[in-house]
């Protein structure tokens, strides 16, 4: 029996969501309704509406698409518990904002010079068909491994900590909140992408970051408030979860995964867990770092897509430069709110929360997940709690449609009209339909798999730090020298992929604790080496591999068709369409990008201890 009584009836019970509360939400998502059923019937039945949205967006709808599309539940779920228990580490990550700047300077008027619908159809251009078929294919498997995997798991958590009594028992099987909570997101999400595409999923996004900003403002000011202000807050955490630079290997902290022994009452071990070590050294984010937000940020699908829907080179570009504005916010926004609630919680001034700080006075990484939604039950009055948990829940839903466009564009563009290049725009969508609801059922088979995850973000890190790396360095370098061809693309991704899978291999049987694997492999052993390798500097190694690979093999092989290459590397643009880009943007853009620069060097200038 579904054991919805307490939140239908509104039980005004400290913690739970009150009448006033489920109103707003209801008003909420009844405003996303009635944007997505006008966005749907708006739309035409072609290939260039469904998935680039008719290439007719403004630069705003960019702008808060990429970042809607960034900032989904995993992060706000994810950089909250990361900020309970590590501080200020990950901002590195969220100061990334340049890279799209470089996305908005660089990129884009490439993508938008050669009309493309994606990035292996561009890598096409640049170099061959099968590093096409090559970065289709694994950008299919890290969406999967990644993306879904961990929205689905951070819908999982914001429902189980918000909607713990919603409970289903079926024939003796019982089905707990997190089940629940994640079945609805993938179903509902997979509805309106399958129906809208991308003009859907984009403004859908605009509303959410109005809501997801204001909501998450209003937590960090409701919890400083509690708090006593920025300098409790500072005295409760210390200066170390003040520090951007973490020290290269701190005491007590060996490779990537460390075992933590759960006990029962009485002392006894009774299993013996293993969590990725977030202790993000200085060197990893210096280097690392940038090669993964290059790569996410100027070249993933996923957040490159919203570009490539507006109609030129200029609004593309304000767009990235608005979008890198925008993820200056995640800071102070879902950042700050992980520190308020450990600050909290070893304050006391939140009794509720005391469950999450362990023995030694630091927050257990388990527990420090649901900070974010712990603060939003114990901290935000009626009404502003909905408007919180509203924003939470479309987030879940926009990051996960973003995922599903990406996909279905990725299957329908990339191997579905390679296969039938006859094909009508008709059965081009209907496609991307069907593969958009493939999807939803991939995701709904991931629940059981990812559902007992740690350190959920990462978890992401690593997987996308495995396997971002060969296609960050053919990017790069194919768009900055002519002479790389594509035979040094190819064995460069290949060898990159190969070195990456190998990592994840490697991990997964410790990580998952399978018989055999619950000590980890012999100490001093290869695999007990790169098992125990740091994520970061493993990524590091890859990417000088990959690049090896790729300027070796190229100088090796016969020169490229520069004839071929028009406008697709720096080295081979005409000088009309320099004089084109140049005439693309002016001094507003420019200073929007300084002041974008700015805030980033004054953050790190402040979190440095």
């Known amino acids: 029996m579904l054991q919805l009584a307490p939140l239908l009836l509104g039980v005004a019970i400290k913690g739970r969501l009150t009448s006033i509360d489920w109103l707003v939400i209801a008003l909420y998502f009844g405003i996303l309704a009635a944007v997505a059923w006008r966005v749907?019937?708006?739309?035409?039945?072609?290939?260039?509406?469904?998935?680039?949205?008719?290439?007719?967006?403004?630069?705003?709808?960019?702008?808060?698409?990429?970042?809607?599309?960034?900032?989904?539940?995993?992060?706000?779920?994810?950089?909250?518990?990361?900020?309970?228990?590590?501080?200020?580490?990950?901002?590195?990550?969220?100061?990334?904002?340049?890279?799209?700047?470089?996305?908005g300077w660089v990129f884009v008027p490439f993508y938008m010079r050669s009309m493309v619908f994606t990035m292996p159809e561009f890598l096409e251009r640049r170099f061959s068909t099968r590093s096409r078929y090559v970065l289709s294919v694994v950008s299919l498997i890290t969406f999967v491994v990644s993306k879904i995997a961990v929205g689905i798991f951070a819908g999982g958590v914001v429902f189980g900590t918000l909607f713990p009594e919603l409970q289903l028992n079926l024939g003796g099987t019982h089905i707990d909140s997190f089940w629940i909570g994640s079945v609805l997101v993938i179903v509902l999400t997979g509805l309106y992408t399958s129906l809208g595409g991308m003009r859907a999923v984009a403004y859908n996004d605009?509303?959410?970051?109005?809501?997801?900003?204001?909501?998450?403002?209003?937590?960090?000011?409701?919890?400083?408030n509690k708090l006593g202000g920025w300098s409790e807050l500072r005295h409760w955490c210390g200066s170390d979860m003040f520090n951007l630079w973490k020290p290269l290997i701190p005491a007590g902290v060996q490779g990537s995964w460390a075992p933590v022994l759960e006990t029962d009452a009485a002392g006894q071990v009774v299993k013996q867990a293993w969590y990725f070590n977030d202790y993000f050294p200085w060197l990893g984010m210096l280097f690392c770092a940038p090669i993964i937000g290059l790569w996410y940020w100027c070249t993933d699908q996923y957040i490159v897509q919203r570009a490539l829907g507006a109609p030129n080179e200029t609004v593309a570009r304000r767009g990235s430069i608005f979008a890198a504005f925008l993820k200056l916010?995640?800071?102070?926004?879902?950042?700050?709110?992980?520190?308020?609630?450990?600050?909290?919680?070893?304050?006391?001034?939140?009794?509720?929360?005391?469950?999450?700080?362990?023995?030694?006075?630091?927050?257990?990484?388990?527990?420090?997940?649901?900070?974010?939604?712990?603060?939003?039950?114990?901290?935000?009055?009626?009404?502003?709690?909905?408007?919180?948990?509203?924003?939470?829940?479309?987030?879940?839903?926009?990051?996960?449609?973003?995922?599903?466009?990406?996909?279905?564009t990725l299957f329908t563009v990339d191997l579905y009209q390679k296969w039938k290049p006859a094909a009508t725009q008709h059965d081009l969508v209907r496609t991307g339909r069907l593969a958009t609801i493939v999807m939803v059922a991939v995701a709904l088979a991931w629940i059981p798999v990812i559902k007992n995850a740690q350190g959920l973000y990462t978890y992401l890190q690593a997987v996308q730090g495995y396997l971002a790396p060969p296609i960050f360095v053919v990017f790069f370098l194919g768009v900055a020298f002519k002479r790389m061809n594509s035979q040094g693309a190819f064995w460069a991704m290949v060898v990159g992929f190969a070195m990456g899978l190998f990592r994840m291999f490697v991990d997964t049987p410790v990580t998952v604790g399978l018989p055999g694997f619950q000590n980890g492999y012999p100490k001093g052993s290869f695999l007990w080496i790169v098992n125990n390798t740091y994520f970061q500097y493993f990524s590091v190694l890859i990417t000088l591999v990959s690049a090896i690979v790729m300027v070796g093999v190229s100088y090796a092989t016969s020169k490229p068709d520069y004839s071929k290459l028009q406008n697709l590397?720096?080295?081979?643009?005409?000088?009309?369409?320099?004089?084109?880009?140049?005439a693309s943007w002016n001094w507003r853009d420019v200073l929007a990008s300084a002041v974008v620069l700015a805030c980033i060097l004054g953050a790190y200038l402040y979190f440095r201890g």
Request: hydrophobic share 50%; with cysteine.
């Open 40 to 103: 749907i019937r708006k739309g035409k039945d072609s290939a260039a509406d469904y998935f680039l949205a008719g290439r007719n967006l403004s630069w705003w709808i960019i702008g808060a698409s990429i970042f809607a599309s960034n900032i989904g539940s995993e992060h706000v779920v994810g950089l909250a518990g990361a900020g309970a228990t590590s501080g200020v580490a990950l901002a590195h990550y969220e100061l990334h904002a340049w890279c799209l700047l470089v996305l």
């Open 206 to 224: 605009a509303v959410q970051v109005i809501v997801l900003i204001s909501g998450s403002a209003l937590l960090t000011f409701y919890g400083l």
């Open 329 to 408: 916010f995640p800071v102070y926004l879902f950042i700050v709110p992980g520190l308020i609630c450990f600050a909290l919680a070893r304050s006391g001034k939140i009794p509720e929360l005391a469950a999450m700080i362990g023995p030694d006075g630091k927050a257990i990484a388990s527990a420090s997940q649901g900070a974010f939604p712990m603060l939003v039950q114990y901290l935000l009055p009626a009404g502003l709690r909905g408007i919180v948990v509203a924003g939470l829940l479309s987030a879940l839903m926009g990051s996960l449609a973003g995922v599903f466009n990406a996909c279905s």
């Open 569 to 582: 590397t720096f080295e081979t643009k005409t000088q009309e369409d320099r004089a084109t880009t140049r």
